[in-house]
T-cell receptor, first 111, second 114 residues
């Protein structure tokens, strides 16, 4: 069964304390892996798409990487405004292109 | 460029009623996907429409249906509402650009079933 697992469920960091969020997946065929940021009461905001193992993408303090089994979202020197829920999703190719989301990591960055 | 819009933003219904939610995608986007988000289950894929045709479907009962119009606007309908249908319903539109799929989400419609 296709599955996406994110860890940790919640993370509290001090401002400037770098860390990584994990997204592990077990799917029959990976079309792409997506990272989103979601603020309370809002829809997810697109961050990155990764398609092949070894691929990396960066945006400001965020860097996403992909291996054959998992993806990491590295947050360097986070600021309080980085506090949000970070969602990982995979697009699978089993028959039709379906999207499977993880349950997210709630990140809180303290000033 | 205007983002994805969803109406209404909030809705309260009672069990057994039906509800229709609307989504207007970003101009030029032809793919619209619908998701249900709950605290316990997270974001779950409902269905995707592309050029007025349902292209993908998640594992939801037939009470959940949708359609897409020629201008790419989409509607989602839930019939015979149940308490468990209370959730945030999100719509996302996509721009297929080569190998990169970029999904842009709307703010969602929060549905409460009493």
């Amino acid at each position: 069964e296709d599955q996406v697992t994110q860890s940790p469920e919640a993370l509290r960091l001090q401002e400037g304390e770098s860390s990584s969020l994990n997204c592990s997946y077990t799917v029959s065929g990976l079309r792409g892996l997506f990272w989103y940021r979601q603020d309370p009461g809002k829809g997810p905001e697109f961050l990155f798409t990764l398609y092949s193992a070894g691929e990396e993408k960066e945006k400001e303090r965020l860097k996403a990487t992909l291996t054959k089994k998992e993806s990491f979202l590295h947050i360097t020197a986070p600021k309080p405004e980085d506090s949000a829920t970070y969602l990982c999703a995979v697009q699978v190719t089993s028959g039709t292109y379906k999207y499977i989301f993880g349950t997210g990591t709630r990140l809180k960055v303290l000033a | 460029k205007a983002g994805v819009t969803q109406t209404p933003r909030y809705l309260i219904k009672t069990r057994g009623q039906q509800v229709t939610l609307s989504c207007s995608p970003i101009s030029g986007h032809r793919s619209v996907s619908w998701y249900q988000q709950t605290p316990g289950q997270g974001l779950q894929f409902l269905f995707e429409y592309f050029s007025e045709t349902q292209r993908n479907k998640g594992n939801f009962p037939g009470r959940f249906s949708g359609r897409q119009f020629s201008n790419s606007r989409s509607e989602m309908n839930v019939s015979t509402l149940e308490l468990g249908d209370s959730a945030l319903y999100l719509c996302a539109s996509s721009l297929w650009s080569g190998f990169q799929e970029t999904q842009y989400f709307g703010p969602g419609t929060r549905l409460l079933v009493l």
